[in-house]
C-alpha cells in the first residue's frame, strides 16, 4: 500500500522569508502523481502544486517549488517570500495511474508578521 | 465558473440515524470523488463516481454508500451513525476519472461538518 508521511505536525516562518515542508512517500510504482494541497481556515481544499514522477524536472508555481527526489521519494514543498496568507495546513499527496489520492497526516504552517 | 458545491455546510444527527450529504460538480467535471477528514485518521478516501458508476472504493464498512446522477451531482447516504463518523467530508470534482485517467486535478468543495450526538 502507499503512504504518505509528513513528519512535520507544525511549522512557522516569519514573513517574507522561505521555508521547506517535508513529505516522503512509500511506493514500488515508476509513474505516479504527487500533489501538495492548502487547507486554509475556511476548510477548502487548494491545490498548490502538482508533479509527474515521469518527470525530472521540478515544478514551480510563482512562489511555490518542490525538490522531487525520487530516488528517495521524497517530494518537499518550499514556499518562497512567505505571506500571510500562505498560514493553513499542508497536505502531501500521492496518487499512482488509475487510483485514488493518497494524503499524509498534514503540516499546519503559521506564517507570522 | 461556479466550484464545487457541498451541502449543508452542517449537519449535527443522533446514534442511529442516517444523513445524505450532496455534492455539485464544477459545470462539465465527470469524477465525484468523496473523503472523510478526521483528526485522529486524516484524510481518507471513501469512493468515487464517474459517470453514475462507482469506479472505486476505500476501506469503509457498507453503511457508508453513494450515488451519482445523470448531471453528475452526487450524494453520499451514511446509514445507522455512529459518535465515530463526526468528520467534515469533503468531496473533489474532476474532468477526468482519478482511476480511469491520467492525474486530473481535483477540485475540491469547503466540506460539509458532520457531527454526531
Known amino acids: 500500500a502507499q503512504t504518505v508521511t509528513q513528519s512535520q505536525p507544525e511549522m512557522s516562518v516569519q514573513e517574507a522569508e522561505t521555508v521547506t515542508l517535508s513529505c516522503t512517500y512509500d511506493?514500488?510504482?515508476?509513474?505516479?502523481?504527487l500533489f501538495w494541497y492548502k487547507q486554509p481556515p475556511s476548510r477548502q481544499m487548494i491545490l498548490v502544486i502538482r508533479?509527474?514522477?515521469?518527470?525530472?524536472q521540478n515544478a514551480t508555481e510563482n512562489r511555490f517549488s518542490v525538490n522531487f527526489q525520487k530516488a528517495a521519494k521524497s517530494f518537499s514543498l518550499k514556499i518562497s517570500d512567505s505571506q500571510l496568507g500562505d498560514t493553513a495546513m499542508y497536505f502531501c499527496a500521492f496518487m499512482k495511474f488509475h487510483n485514488d489520492m493518497r494524503f499524509g497526516a498534514g503540516t499546519r504552517l503559521t506564517v507570522k508578521p | 465558473k461556479a466550484g464545487v458545491t457541498q451541502t449543508p455546510r452542517y449537519l449535527i444527527k443522533t446514534r442511529g440515524q442516517q444523513v445524505t450529504l450532496s455534492c455539485s460538480p464544477i459545470s462539465g467535471h465527470r469524477s465525484v470523488s468523496w473523503y472523510q477528514q478526521t483528526p485522529g485518521q486524516g484524510l481518507q478516501f471513501l469512493f468515487e463516481?464517474?459517470?453514475?458508476?462507482?469506479?472505486n472504493k476505500g476501506n469503509f464498512p457498507g453503511r457508508f454508500s453513494g450515488r451519482q446522477f445523470s448531471n453528475s451531482r452526487s450524494e453520499m447516504n451514511v446509514s445507522t451513525l455512529e459518535l465515530g463518523d463526526s468528520a467534515l467530508y469533503l468531496c473533489a470534482s474532476s474532468l477526468v476519472s482519478m482511476v480511469g485517467g491520467a492525474g486530473g486535478e481535483a477540485f475540491f468543495g469547503q466540506g460539509t461538518r458532520l457531527t454526531v450526538v
Open positions: 511506493t514500488s510504482e515508476s509513474n505516479y502523481y
Open positions: 463516481y464517474f459517470s453514475e458508476t462507482q469506479r
Open positions: 508533479q509527474e514522477a515521469y518527470k525530472q
